[in-house]
């Protein structure tokens, strides 16, 4: 059983602030990392994959992955309230010749004025 | 071309009610996807294609039938659906479905409601 665990939150952080978001995956074989956010009602949205150990920057988004502790996080800095909606970890698997994501259970985050 | 369509945006029916769910891509992907989701949790895989073949079914009921016509074009026709089955139907593509950095792209999805 593939599995990706998440806090499921919510997470709240006032404007301006650091969030951050934390992920543990079961599968050590593991090799693709991706976070999705999804707004309420609407359908998730790729933010961000890694692949590496290490840090990968785009923007106001870091993704971290450490894969001897099996753990990828994402940070947001100076965030908005237009960052606040549920962030869903996903890790790509094998499965019938296929690579298929298995998704965390996400994290909500509210971000407050 | 960037998008992942779906249509009907908002479906309800009944349960002696036959719907089709449609999606479409122009982005040269060659897998396609149907997942379900439920308010509050993570979407849940039903149907995998690749090149046009049914590649996993994670024992989905046969209420629900996915078609793959083409490589851009993906349905899902439902039949005799349960209140249960009301949930956000979401589409979604990927290259090819056979590397390990694979990524979806989704559709806007699809939200039922079964009367």
């Known amino acids: 059983q593939k599995e990706v665990e998440q806090n499921s939150g919510p997470l709240s952080v006032p404007e301006g602030a650091i969030a951050s978001l934390n992920c543990t995956y079961s599968?050590?074989?593991?090799?693709?990392f991706f976070w999705y956010r999804q707004y309420s009602g609407k359908s998730p949205e790729l933010i961000m994959s890694?692949?590496?150990?290490g840090d990968k920057e785009d923007g106001r988004f870091t993704a971290q992955l450490n894969k001897a502790s099996q753990y990828v996080s994402l940070l947001i800095r100076d965030s908005q309230p237009s960052d606040s909606a549920t962030y869903l970890c996903?890790?790509?698997?094998?499965?019938?010749?296929?690579?298929?994501?298995?998704f965390g259970r996400g994290t909500s985050l509210i971000v407050h004025p | 071309d960037t998008e992942v369509t779906q249509t009907p945006k908002h479906l309800v029916m009944g349960m002696t009610n036959k719907k089709s769910l449609k999606c479409e891509q122009h982005m040269g992907h060659r897998a396609m996807y149907w997942y379900k989701q439920k308010a509050k949790k993570p979407p849940e895989l039903m149907f995998v294609y690749s090149y046009e073949k049914l590649s996993i079914n994670e024992s989905v009921p046969s209420r629900f039938s996915p078609e793959c016509p083409n490589s851009s074009l993906l349905n899902l026709h439902l039949h005799a659906l349960q209140p249960e089955d009301s949930a956000l139907y979401l589409c979604?593509?990927?290259?090819?479905?056979?590397?390990?950095?694979?990524?979806?792209?989704f559709g806007s999805g699809t939200q039922l409601s079964v009367l």
């Open positions: 996903a890790v790509n698997h094998a499965s019938g010749g296929s690579y298929i994501p298995t």
């Open positions: 890694i692949y590496s150990n």
């Open positions: 599968d050590r074989g593991s090799q693709s």
């Open positions: 979604a593509s990927s290259w090819t479905g056979g590397a390990t950095n694979e990524k979806l792209f």
